[in-house]
């Protein structure tokens, strides 16, 4: 079985990637953080078997060339009116009625960081990747 199991990215700010992250997702844990000698502030967000790495180096921008991070969720409804409450709005829905079996939508993180959720409305696989 392959999955991925992380993906790490050099943030401006931990903390505001976290705060938007657990307004998305308040089941996600904080793995570990730290402060290690010569790499510098890091924590890992996420569940048992994936997550999110962050490295904090001040001053960074979004890495060039990352169209997206993507997440999938059981409530995308639930999950708008979360982040909604904590004071984020959608970078961009026109994804959310476009396909019979998957809503999606996309926000901007106050690092920059764009982050895609993904509902699906079927266990068909096939159904759920039909790119047609």
Excluded: C
């Excluded at 089941?27 to 569940?47: C, F």
């Amino acid at each position: 079985m392959h999955f991925l199991e992380h993906v790490h990215v050099n943030v401006d700010s931990i903390a505001a990637t976290e705060s938007f992250l657990r307004a998305a997702l308040p089941d996600l844990e904080k793995r570990g953080s730290g402060n290690a000698p010569g790499y510098g502030r890091w924590a890992h967000l996420g569940t048992d078997r994936a997550y999110i790495a962050l490295t904090e180096v001040q001053g960074t921008a979004a890495p060039a060339g990352l169209r997206h991070i993507g997440l999938v969720v059981e409530d995308l409804d639930g999950m708008v009116q979360r982040l909604a409450k904590a004071g984020f709005h959608p970078a961009d829905v026109t994804a959310l009625a476009e396909h019979p079996a998957r809503r999606r939508i996309y926000y901007l993180d106050q690092n920059g960081l764009d982050w895609e959720f993904v509902e699906y409305l079927s266990d068909d696989p096939q159904r759920r990747n039909d790119y047609s």
